[in-house]
């Protein structure tokens, strides 16, 4: 990857049960070419609302997506 190419990061997200707070509910990563470079759900247990008619997230398809804390701790990503 050039350093003047461009990416573009969308992020679905979900209710979170306890607080109702957005989470993410999956995240793709895609270049200025429309090039799918990282795409991911994100497992959650916790969550309250799914809005699948905007979000097309369900609890099935977010079942077979990442742990977060173990992505997290194998320091594939950071958060800051």
């Known amino acids: 990857m050039e350093s ?7 992020v679905e997200k ?3 049960s306890k607080s109702h707070q957005p989470v ?4 793709a990563v ?4 429309g090039r799918v ?3 991911c759900y994100i497992q959650r247990d916790d969550v309250c609302t799914y809005n699948t008619h905007f979000t097309g997230l ?3 398809n977010m079942q077979s ?3 977060i804390q173990e992505v997290l701790g194998q320091g594939f990503c950071k958060l800051y």
Request: no cysteine; hydrophobic share 45%.
């Open 14 to 16: 979900v209710k979170e």
């Open 58 to 60: 369900s609890r099935d």
């Open 24 to 27: 993410a509910g999956d995240l």
């Open 4 to 10: 003047q190419d461009i990416l573009f990061l969308d």
């Open 30 to 33: 895609v270049d200025k070419r």
């Open 65 to 67: 997506g990442l742990n």
């Open 37 to 39: 470079l990282i795409w």
